[in-house]
């Protein structure tokens, strides 16, 4: 069954929806270009872009809202250009609180599957560094244009962290099943050029300004095309994936919080901790 269908009827209400950008502090903020219908909605948490529980919420928030408000497409990017996102918050994963280390990966759940099943095309601009969950926001949009110079990967495993089988899923559809497994076991971070060349990444970009031309250029494909014929052809091949996700999700849940209370992973974190400040001193 269809979760969500673009509603053609809908459109007045939208062409009449003006610009709505959200207040400087807030950790996204979403600019609406009138005259185009298309949003952008910028991650905003210093310094990286870490996904905390807050700011995976207000994620799930924007995407939510902006469903409601029949935009024509979304471009996803970050404050910074150095960092597209450096994946889940590893602090929220250091000695947690069962109950909040529950709500973050139930979450992160919920992120993934508000943004892989928007009715409205997607795009990542990725200007930055996309590890673990960085990648999963990145390919949970339907397309991705990268800037050069940047790492982009799944690389939970280096971490001692297993890749969930949903996320799985999104890698084994974007770069095809042999080269999602190698990459995914092996925790593979791929440089811009080599995440083109395996089909990580759709396009890749100079600088910022380019990557949002070639971000614009694919939303621009659908201008003349009837929104109900592609969002109902991209959600008919997408909400399986959701559904499954959903029926597995509490085993999903308990799964990981083993993964992180379990005292190797626990001491692992800490000298990978160590290890980013340490590159950092260097
Ligand atoms: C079968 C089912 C099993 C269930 C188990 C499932 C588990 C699967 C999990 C899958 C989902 C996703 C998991 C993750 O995302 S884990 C996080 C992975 N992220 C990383 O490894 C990135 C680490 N960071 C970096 O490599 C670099 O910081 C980066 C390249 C992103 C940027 O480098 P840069 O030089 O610009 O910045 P710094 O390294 O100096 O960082 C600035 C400060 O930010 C802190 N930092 C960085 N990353 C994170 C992070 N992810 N969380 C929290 N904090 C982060 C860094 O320590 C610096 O802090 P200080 O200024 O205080 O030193």
């Given at each position: 069954m269809l979760r969500k269908i673009f509603n053609p009827a809908r459109l007045s209400r939208f062409q009449r929806t003006m610009v709505t950008v959200s207040s400087s502090d807030a950790l996204v903020s979403t600019e609406v270009?009138?005259?185009?219908g298309y949003a952008t909605v910028t991650l905003n948490?210093?310094?990286?872009?870490?996904?905390?529980l807050e700011l995976m919420t207000e994620i799930v928030k924007t995407v939510d809202e902006l469903e409601r408000s029949n935009i024509r497409g979304m471009v996803l990017t970050s404050f910074s250009n150095k960092v597209f996102c450096a994946g889940l918050d590893i602090m929220e994963m250091v000695n947690p609180d069962l109950d909040r280390l529950r709500a973050v990966w139930t979450r992160l759940q919920d992120t993934w599957a508000s943004l892989y099943g928007t009715s409205f095309p997607t795009v990542a601009l990725i200007n930055g560094h996309a590890p673990a969950g960085g990648c999963l926001l990145a390919l949970c949009c339907e397309y991705r244009v990268m800037c050069n110079n940047f790492n982009i990967g799944l690389n939970e495993t280096q971490l001692g962290l297993a890749v969930p089988p949903w996320l799985q899923g999104t890698m084994r559809q974007t770069i095809g099943t042999r080269e999602a497994e190698i990459h995914c076991i092996k925790g593979t971070m791929f440089n811009s050029q080599d995440a083109l060349k395996i089909g990580l990444v759709d396009e890749l970009a100079a600088e910022n300004g380019e990557a949002m031309q070639r971000a614009l250029h694919y939303l621009n494909t659908?201008?003349?095309?009837s929104p109900y014929a592609r969002s109902a052809t991209k959600l008919l091949m997408r909400n399986k994936d959701i559904e499954d996700m959903k029926r597995g999700r509490k085993e999903d849940v308990e799964r990981f919080v083993e993964n992180v209370m379990n005292s190797d992973f626990q001491n692992g974190l800490t000298v990978y901790l160590q290890s980013l400040k340490n590159r950092k001193n260097k």
């Amino acid at each position: 069954m269809l979760r969500k269908i673009f509603n053609p009827a809908r459109l007045s209400r939208f062409q009449r929806t003006m610009v709505t950008v959200s207040s400087s502090d807030a950790l996204v903020s979403t600019e609406v270009d009138d005259k185009t219908g298309y949003a952008t909605v910028t991650l905003n948490r210093a310094p990286v872009n870490s996904l905390s529980l807050e700011l995976m919420t207000e994620i799930v928030k924007t995407v939510d809202e902006l469903e409601r408000s029949n935009i024509r497409g979304m471009v996803l990017t970050s404050f910074s250009n150095k960092v597209f996102c450096a994946g889940l918050d590893i602090m929220e994963m250091v000695n947690p609180d069962l109950d909040r280390l529950r709500a973050v990966w139930t979450r992160l759940q919920d992120t993934w599957a508000s943004l892989y099943g928007t009715s409205f095309p997607t795009v990542a601009l990725i200007n930055g560094h996309a590890p673990a969950g960085g990648c999963l926001l990145a390919l949970c949009c339907e397309y991705r244009v990268m800037c050069n110079n940047f790492n982009i990967g799944l690389n939970e495993t280096q971490l001692g962290l297993a890749v969930p089988p949903w996320l799985q899923g999104t890698m084994r559809q974007t770069i095809g099943t042999r080269e999602a497994e190698i990459h995914c076991i092996k925790g593979t971070m791929f440089n811009s050029q080599d995440a083109l060349k395996i089909g990580l990444v759709d396009e890749l970009a100079a600088e910022n300004g380019e990557a949002m031309q070639r971000a614009l250029h694919y939303l621009n494909t659908f201008k003349q095309m009837s929104p109900y014929a592609r969002s109902a052809t991209k959600l008919l091949m997408r909400n399986k994936d959701i559904e499954d996700m959903k029926r597995g999700r509490k085993e999903d849940v308990e799964r990981f919080v083993e993964n992180v209370m379990n005292s190797d992973f626990q001491n692992g974190l800490t000298v990978y901790l160590q290890s980013l400040k340490n590159r950092k001193n260097k």
